[in-house]
């Protein structure tokens, strides 16, 4: 028997502050991804379960391009597999939008097509249905 909440999915857009650049050249640090990736895994969890869940493990995060400030990502959780207490969720980051700062302190583009900075699998897990 399938489950109705595989196949489920939950987007964020979020734009990166300067405050956030962490090295050169405006790059964030790979961290930023999987705060993101916390929060879309918590909305995922209220919409299936009616509860936060809590974030119990990765098994794969992939750090494919580079984020910068002045960007704009686009977070997408899809639930991949329902346990009884745990669902596996797929996870990207894509950047969206971009910052231009070679062309004037504000300019910003659409990125056609988005650029996929970070992929993952992460499992959550939920209190027992009572």
Known sequence: MSDSRVGLTVAHRRYV?????HYAGSLVD????????GDVATEVCIR???DEGLFASYSDVQFRAP???GD????TATVTRVGT???TIDFEA???CRGRPDQSESAAE??????VAVTATGTVVVPASV
């Not at 790979?30 to 990736?37: D, P, V």
């Not at 704009?72 to 977070?75: D, G, I, T």
């Open 94 to 96: 894509r950047v969206v």
């Open 67 to 69: 984020m910068r400030a």
């Open 30 to 37: 790979g961290a930023y991804a999987l705060g993101l990736f």
């Open 17 to 21: 502050p300067y405050s956030h650049a």
């Open 110 to 115: 659409v990125l056609d097509p988005p650029v």
């Open 72 to 75: 704009v990502l686009e977070v």
């Open 85 to 87: 207490r745990s669902r």
């Open 48 to 50: 299936t379960d009616g």
